[in-house]
């Protein structure tokens, strides 16, 4: 199947966004929403976006502001920012309460959408979700390193670092393979490294991230935590995640999952932070069942 990339036209710029067309009966929209760093729409939803339209269902996956082929906007790029970002793309594509699913930074952009007064979706999908805890470092020392961290992100210097490790071909192969994203490096075939590579050569790679990170990454902790108000969440939501999750431990989505009234937890043994690329089988089968319940 061949997906389409399509501009949608927002108030402030041009969006860039995959559109896969549903194969057979349209079952409904479905909104896939990528994480931070060195990622885009392709990266994080080329696998499961096929899957999802040809089960039927108009899936549309954007670039987010900075990131791809989407350029920077002329606002900060906050989590707030980011949140209202997602009802632009919503009415700019002209979805019909679409199931909105969030991978990472989008998981968090997701959650606040669904938090948001008068926001329009049928169901909620997060993976690895940021939002589901209120410290970048959890255990043993975590205030100390948190401290450390904002400061790093704050001078600027960690985002010196990324930008050079991302513009070397050595250092980002080591990165990419360092366990973090997923279990099994060979997971990432040629053409994912290729264009994880070329996200980081791009003019504007880190910069987006970059900003939201200052904006989130404070002394004292991580300004958008969503674990108060998950409770008010009235749609039916489903929680993906790794159990390996470096990024955002396993015991935050579990947490979670107890605070979301009727919310489904699928914790995938081994899995890491890119859990839709570590173990494709169990979550595109996740996925397609929630949205199956739905219908």
């Known amino acids: 199947m061949d997906a389409e990339r399509r501009a949608l036209e927002l108030s402030w710029g041009r969006v860039s966004a995959w559109w896969f067309p549903p194969q057979g009966r349209p079952r ?14 392709s990266l994080s ?20 502001p900075g990131y791809g082929s989407t350029p920077m906007p002329p606002w900060p790029v906050t989590q707030d920012r980011l949140v209202v970002f997602v009802g632009e793309v919503i009415e700019a594509a002209g979805l019909k309460r679409p199931v909105i699913g969030g991978l990472s ?19 909620l999908i997060v993976l690895g979700s940021y939002g589901l805890t209120g410290q970048f470092i959890s255990g043993r020392g975590a205030p100390l390193w948190n401290r450390v961290t904002s400061w790093a992100i704050q001078s600027g210097w960690l985002g010196k670092f990324e930008r050079g490790v991302a513009r070397n071909r050595a250092l980002l192969r ?5 366990g973090s994203l997923v279990r099994d490096p060979a997971r990432l075939d040629a053409a994912m490294r290729e264009e994880i590579a070329r996200e980081g050569a791009s003019p504007h ?49 579990r947490a979670a999952a107890a605070e979301i009234p ?13 859990v839709q690329r570590d173990a494709p089988g169990v979550v595109d089968a996740a996925v397609l069942g929630f949205l199956a319940r739905l219908a």
């Open 28 to 41: 409904g929209d479905v909104l896939l929403l990528h994480g931070g760093g060195l990622d885009n729409a």
């Open 45 to 64: 939803w080329g696998g499961l976006a096929p899957v999802l339209a040809a089960s039927g269902y108009r899936v549309v996956a954007p670039d987010a």
């Open 105 to 123: 930074m989008g998981g968090g952009m997701a959650l606040g959408y669904a938090l948001t007064p008068g926001a329009s979706l049928r169901g």
């Open 174 to 178: 080591w990165s990419v393979d360092s």
């Open 205 to 253: 790679a880190f910069e987006a991230f970059e900003q939201w990170q200052r904006s989130e990454v404070l002394p004292e902790g991580l300004r958008s935590n969503y674990v108060p108000r998950l409770h008010e969440i009235r749609v039916p939501t489903l929680i993906v995640h790794g159990e390996s999750d470096q990024g955002v431990p396993v015991e935050a989505a």
């Open 262 to 274: 009727g919310a489904e937890l699928v914790v995938v043994p081994g899995g890491r932070h890119w």
